[in-house]
Each structure stands twice: as structure tokens, then as C-alpha cells.
């Protein structure tokens, strides 16, 4: 019994149009309908803005080149150290 009977929204439409007329209901909604479209197009360009496009211009950003692991065993010397020590 709260505002979602059809006669509240009946009452709504009749107080709209005697309050803005007739004619500047049409004009209001295109006017909404108009800037919702310039907002959603924005918002896609930014979107479209935010994603990397070509990750060949920055080649370090998909893939980064390790320096090379250890292969020593623990408690050997390595050859840096043999050489060192020689």
C-alpha cells in the first residue's frame, strides 16, 4: 500500500504535466536522454584511454629479464671465488 500503486503514479503524471505543460516534458526528457548518451560516451573514452594500446612501444612492461640464478651448491665455492682465491 506504499507508493507503487498505479493510481499514486497516475496522480504524479497529471501533477507533472499540469506543472511543466505539455510541451516541455518532450523537451526535458530529450534533453536527459541527450546527455546521458554525451556522458556514457565519455565515460567510455576514458575507459578507452586507461587501457594500454600497443605494448611494443614499452617492451619492459610485459616482460622483464631476470639476472641469472645461482646453480652453486651451498658449502662450493663458486668460480668468482676459485679466481679470487688463485
Known sequence: MGFTSWWH?????????????????PDAARGLGQSLRIFKSEVKE??????????????????RELPPADTTQP????????????
Open 75 to 86: 658449502g662450493t665455492p663458486s668460480n668468482s671465488d676459485v679466481k679470487k682465491s688463485a
Open 9 to 25: 503514479w497516475a496522480i504524479v503524471a497529471v501533477v507533472l504535466l499540469i506543472l511543466f505543460g505539455s510541451k516541455k516534458l
Open 46 to 63: 576514458m575507459q578507452k584511454d586507461d587501457k594500454p594500446t600497443d605494448t611494443t612501444a614499452n617492451p619492459d612492461a610485459t616482460q
